[in-house]
Structure formats: C-alpha cells, structure tokens
T-cell receptor, first 115, second 112 residues
Framework: AQTVTQSQPEMSVQEAETVTLSCTYD???????LFWYKQPPSRQMILVIR??????QNATENRFSVNFQKAAKSFSLKISDSQLGDTAMYFC????????????FGTGTRLQVTL | NAGVTQTPKFRVLKTGQSMTLLCAQD?????MYWYRQDPGMGLRLIHY???????AKGEVPDGYNVSRLKKQNFLLGLESAAPSQTSVYFC???????????FGDGTRLSIL
C-alpha cells in the first residue's frame, strides 16, 4: 500500500515571500502520478499541480512549482510571491498509474500567509 | 459551469437513521468517487465507480453503499448512521482513471 507523509502540520509565510511545503511518499510502483491540492476555508478541493513520475522535468503552474526527487520519493511544493489568497490547507496526493485511479492523500499542511 | 454538485451541503442525523448523499457531474466523466475527510487526516476513499453500473470498494467502505445507475450521478448511502460517520464527505469525478479529479464542495454530516 502507498503512504503519503506531510511532516509540517502548519507553516506561516509573509506576503511576497517564498515557502516550500514538504511531501514524501512510499511506493514500490514505477508508474504513478503526484498531485498537490489546495483547500481554502471555503472547503473546496482545488488542484494546484500535477506531476507524472516518468517525467524528469518538474511541473510548474505560474507561482507554483514542484521539486520532484523520484529516487528520494520526495515531492515538495514551492509557492513564490505568496499572496493572502494562498492561505489554505495543502494536501499532497499519490495515484498509481494505469487504470487504477485511487488518490492517497497526506494529512495536509495548513499554510497561513501574513501581511 | 456546474462541475460536480453535491446535495445536501449540511445534514444532521440521529444514530440509526438512513440517508443518501447525491453527487451529480455534468462533465461526462467516466470515473466518480466518494471520500470522507476527518480532522487531522487527509481524504480517504470510501467507494468509487469506473463507469455507469459499476462500483468498487475503497479504503474505508464499511457502513456505506453506493450506486451508479446513471453516468452523471453517484449516490452514497448510509443505511444505519453511526456517530463514527460524522465527517465531511466529498464527491469527485475524472474523465479517465489517471486524470486529475474534480471535487464537489463537500457535505458536512453530523450524526448525534
């Protein structure tokens, strides 16, 4: 079974600064996908970024980028130029490749962006 | 752009009562999922469906049943609600199994 670990329950960053959220996972699979989801106080689950394990290049989406280290089974999220609207819970999630479609989530990191 | 719609958004039940949560998606997605979210934990998969007429168990299926009679709808049933089922329930859908899942806004369910 796969496990996803987020070791930082809470983090804080000042507006306009950069913050990195950590995620490690454990799997014996070689083909898989990794995701970061954002859950603001509104409770919506919003996809932030997706990484395919077979791709060497780290995924980026505007101010959000990942550092994917496959050998170390690490998948951290970097948020640049933090904004107040980035305040949310952030969940790292794992999905096996192929037709298996189940997401395994970490326990989340609560990020607070301050003035 | 409705996306994934969950009904109801809030509900309070008494122990032993039954109820059904409805999830509807208008994106023609094949796959649909039900998760629960408890404090201090990530989302956990209850049941899922890979197409109309199919269902499968997830990580925490006990005490729940599901049905997918129509492609756009995925129902989650609690036959005899228990306090341990107090949670926030999320429905999600995806076009294919390895595609990102789109989530509804969640249903907060309290069982007294």
């Amino acid at each position: 079974a796969q496990t996803v670990t987020q070791s930082q329950p809470e983090m804080s960053v000042q507006e306009a600064e950069t913050v990195t959220l950590s995620c490690t996972y454990d799997t014996s699979e070689n083909n898989y996908y990794l995701f970061w989801y954002k859950q603001p106080p509104s409770r919506q689950m919003i996809l932030v970024i997706r990484q395919e394990a077979y791709k060497q290049q780290n995924a980026t989406e505007n101010r959000f980028s990942v550092n994917f280290q496959k050998a170390a089974k690490s998948f951290s999220l970097k948020i640049s130029d933090s904004q107040l609207g980035d305040t949310a819970m952030y969940f790292c999630a794992f999905m096996r490749g192929g037709t298996a479609s189940k997401l395994t989530f970490g326990t989340g990191t609560r990020l607070q962006v301050t003035l | 752009n409705a996306g994934v719609t969950q009904t109801p958004k809030f509900r309070v039940l008494k122990t032993g009562q039954s109820m059904t949560l409805l999830c509807a998606q208008d994106m023609n997605h094949e796959y649909m999922y039900w998760y629960r979210q408890d404090p201090g934990m990530g989302l956990r998969l209850i049941h899922y469906s890979v197409g109309e007429g199919t269902t499968a168990k997830g990580e925490v299926p006990d005490g729940y049943n599901v049905s997918r009679l129509k492609k756009q709808n995925f129902l989650l049933g609690l036959e005899s609600a228990a306090p341990s089922q107090t949670s926030v329930y999320f429905c999600a859908s995806s076009y294919m199994g390895n595609q990102p899942q789109h989530f509804g806004d969640g249903t907060r369910l309290s069982i007294l």
